[in-house]
């Protein structure tokens, strides 16, 4: 009997404890419906809305911190040589010859890029991380002056005009130049450039100025009028895309002409020749409207060499061969005498050496037919390119010496400096400033993040088309989808710890995933990556903080009141007049605090016409004023054409309602996300 009544007690229990399964289960279902708004949503995970503290992120927790160089600068004499080292908050001051450190100084922000003076007595640093110019005085080798700038500073260059002293700096977050006066510094101007201008060059009798963007946009100058979101609806994806070239004048900071570059993108520097009258960029030719099929082609993306007049007039020319890329040329440097330039190819860890007299030589002979056609010619490079120059990992600034004897290259995640015989071309020397981090599973998947090896041909790397973690602002044609189908917007990677699943669709549970097969598979044309660089890779997109959309100087303040009105339009239950907001349609159901998303698929009535679904994931809306286009194709070119051009149904939240200020209220609010 004792065994029986055991028996039947634990039979008794077992049911008890499978109806309370069920029913729990039932009952979460059923919460999860409601709270949802989506009658048809099956089970998922708690973690959807409830226990996302962001302090428990990886981007929010402590990292190592590593002197990786950025920045260079030598000095007119030729005897110094001046390394920003953005991570740990350092200018580091060498010895141009031996390479022997000298001095360091403390410099908050981030210093990132590097101007001298023309007598070599001053310092200006760009804090990147803090919007600011630094200036240091380098008798002392401490900064003696500050001024706030743009958002992200990342480049600056000196030079004397009638005026007086000028400092062009690029504002990469802001999209635009600070022109500064000197003694002390002093904001002239803030024109507009294009999108996140990252190169900056002056010519020598201070008449001129240029400012190179890094991103591409579509060109609606050549889409006409009807090319407008508002009368095109979805036309504008479909036109070529272009990086600006900004010319202006440094005295007043005056645009002189604005120079569009055709599928430019990833331009990160800038150099004007003297000699020749040309300024030059290098760039990645992006072809984002070509099906990804396009990969195993060579098709998708090369690098190539800018090569403008002072007149506008541009020509493209490669820097690839027909079965071999350099991808992603960064630094830049020429010599005085116009005869060489050098390029960093980032994801190849190679130098490019580019015979300027070859290159003027056939850019004379060449028609206008045959210089529009020049960027698609792999062959062409073998005309001017006369030399490859192998590097450590990641090499990404350039400095030349006075007399052009010596370059100097910040090879970024090796954390060293080395400088090669221009000569011989070969490295004679290397300025190590710590042990490259490979200890550091962030630092190691950071090299598999920029390594163009895993792809076909090394044509591209991750950090093509999502420079430093972000977004590029172009939309592709995955083939998976059907070829011209399903054009996809290219997502931020920046602050998706804690927010599965990926892609538009949903369907990559996983960052290993994402970037494990279906990256081998659709994208890289090869074998997937290895499983232990694979884990890696994952540690470093997890530990990338949000972008930052606001200034420095406005972080950590209180909301305005016009971003408290939006906030109380964001989580509004109900209209003015009592109206409740159905559930579904509220913002704050699918983009829930604090990661602002549900990580769950919702239709909000934004299927286009070559979309083969209703519905899309959520993304989260932290940095989203840093992340423009918006939707899954990229249709919207602003936060304010979501709901003005492209909701007019209210479902994509119930909108109706309201008016143009309640609307800037919303965006105030979104952009301190």
Not at 588 to 596: A, S
């Amino acid at each position: 009997m004792k065994t029986r009544g055991f028996v039947l007690i634990s039979l008794a229990g077992l049911v008890a404890a499978g109806g309370l399964s069920s029913g729990g289960y039932f009952w979460s279902v059923g919460h999860v419906r409601r709270w949802t708004g989506n009658p048809t949503l099956g089970f998922v995970s708690c973690t959807h809305c409830h226990g996302n503290d962001l302090s428990k992120t990886a981007w929010a927790r402590p990292r190592p911190h590593h002197p990786a160089p950025a920045g260079l600068a030598v000095s007119p004499d030729g005897r110094r040589l001046y390394v920003a080292l953005d991570d740990v908050d350092e200018v580091v001051e060498a010895d141009a010859e031996s390479l022997a450190i000298l001095r360091r100084t403390a410099v908050a922000g981030g210093p990132f890029g590097l101007a001298l003076d023309r007598s070599g007595r001053r310092l200006f640093v760009a804090c990147r991380h803090q919007d600011r110019v630094a200036q240091l005085d380098l008798e002392t080798f401490r900064e003696v002056d500050s001024l706030f700038v743009g958002v992200e500073p990342v480049a600056l260059a000196f030079t004397e005009t009638p005026e007086g002293e000028r400092l062009i700096v690029a504002n990469s977050g802001s999209g635009d130049a600070a022109v500064l006066s000197l003694s002390p510094l002093k904001e002239v101007a803030r024109p507009g450039t294009g999108r996140e201008p990252f190169g900056v060059a002056v010519s020598p009798d201070g008449r001129h100025a240029w400012v190179m963007s890094r991103l591409a946009e579509p060109d609606l100058a050549r889409g006409g009028a009807s090319a407008h979101p508002a009368e095109a609806g979805f036309a504008h994806l479909f036109l070529p895309a272009a990086a600006e070239l900004t010319h202006l004048s440094p005295a007043g900071g005056r645009v002189l002409r604005r120079v569009p570059l055709e599928s430019a993108h990833l331009s990160e520097d800038l150099a004007f020749v003297p000699a020749r009258g040309w300024v030059l960029a290098p760039l990645v030719k992006v072809r984002n409207l070509v099906p990804i099929t396009q990969v195993a082609n060579g098709w998708v993306m090369s690098s190539g060499l800018a090569v403008a007049d002072l007149q506008g007039h541009v020509t493209q020319v490669p820097l690839d061969e027909a079965n071999d890329y350099f991808a992603d040329p960064a630094g830049l440097a020429v010599d005085a005498a116009g005869r060489r330039a050098y390029v960093a190819s980032g994801g190849s860890d190679v130098i490019t050496v580019v015979d300027l007299d070859r290159l003027a030589a056939w850019l004379e002979q060449a028609d206008d037919a045959t210089r529009r056609e020049a960027i698609r010619d792999l062959s062409l490079s073998t005309e001017y390119v006369v030399a490859r120059i192998p590097t450590g990992r990641n090499p990404r600034h350039l400095a030349l010496s006075p007399d052009g004897r010596r370059l100097y290259v910040s090879v970024r995640l090796e954390d060293q400096v080395w400088a090669v015989d221009t000569e011989r071309l070969t490295v004679v020397g290397k300025l190590v400033l710590g042990d490259g981090g490979d200890s550091d599973p962030i630092r190691r998947g950071e090299r598999v993040f920029t390594k163009a090896a895993h792809t076909f041909q090394r044509q591209f790397s991750c950090r093509s088309c999502h420079p430093d973690g972000h977004v590029d602002g172009l939309a592709y044609d995955f083939d998976g989808d059907g070829i011209g189908d399903n054009l996809l917007d290219n997502r931020t990677l920046r602050g998706i710890d804690r927010t599965p699943p990926f892609k538009w669709n949903g369907k990559n549970p996983s960052l290993q995933v994402q970037c494990g097969p279906r990256f081998a598979r659709v994208l890289m044309r090869t074998d997937p990556i290895p499983p232990a660089e694979l884990e890696d890779l994952v540690r470093f997109l997890n530990s990338l903080p949000p972008a930052r959309p606001r200034h420095f100087t406005e972080l950590n303040k209180p909301l305005s009141p016009a971003a408290e009105r939006g906030r109380q339009l964001f989580f509004a239950t109900h209209r003015p007049d009592g109206t409740p907001i159905p559930i579904e349609r509220q913002c704050q159901t699918c983009h829930r605090p604090p990661l602002f998303t549900n990580r769950l698929k919702t239709a909000v009535g934004t299927r286009g016409p070559r979309d083969l679904t209703d519905e899309f994931d959520t993304p989260h809306l932290l940095g989203v004023a840093a992340s423009a286009p918006y939707l899954h194709d990229g249709r919207a070119r602003t936060l304010e054409e979501l709901w003005t051009t492209y909701q007019t149904n209210d479902l994509h939240g119930v909108s109706s309602y309201w008016s143009k200020h309640q609307l800037n209220d919303l965006i105030e609010y979104l952009k301190t996300l």
